[in-house]
């Protein structure tokens, strides 16, 4: 369902998920327009988001988190069309909180993580993104397209990962956006890198 009027589009995610027992749903809230500058905030937090994560400033990347973030990627795998099965697991890449993702930085940071060193390179494109108001006016739900190009050594050749991601952004009482939740659904059920030391 859509609204097009006002500076807000009204468009509802798995709206028959619903209930009035369950946890707010994910893009249940009233969607901004591009032009809304809470819009622009958020766009402005992923780009900077992926440049630092490019930099490989993992350091500077933990500062755009919130601490009570929730960080997962779910195993996928391949369903037929009218299976009624989803293409998620219960299975993670990922099923981080803020202490293990500390945890893991300070290892690629402090130690010589053979995965990590040296570190590859990696451009990040942040496209499509859709903000909704989240559950509280300070939390934002949104989404966006992610493609990951990665280079390894002198390799020549180059992974490439695309995925589509959940996130939930909350801006604190000074203005600083936070990540506070991400979930990441690669398109691929193989994902075509040697490993995932890298954030997406």
Partial sequence: MQDWSGGSVTEILNPEQQSEAALPVF???????????????????????????????LVGWKAMLDEAIVYRMPVC??????????????????????LSIAFRIRRFVETQAWAADPPTRTRRFVTGVRVWQGATPDVYDVTSSLLL???????????????ERFDRIRFSPDGAALLLDRKIIADQSTIGTHNLAVFL
Avoid: N, Q
């Avoid at 190009?149 to 995925?163: E, G, M």
């Fill in 27 to 57: 893009g249940a809230g009233p969607r901004l327009r591009a032009t809304a500058p809470r819009y622009m905030e958020v766009l402005d937090f992923l780009w900077e988001e992926a440049a630092i994560l490019d930099r490989d400033d």
């Fill in 77 to 98: 795998v391949t369903r037929k069309r009218h299976s009624g099965e989803s293409y998620e697991t219960e299975t993670m890449h990922f099923d981080e909180d803020y």
């Fill in 149 to 163: 190009v990665r280079s390894t050594d002198d390799d020549y050749r180059t992974d490439i990962l695309t995925a």
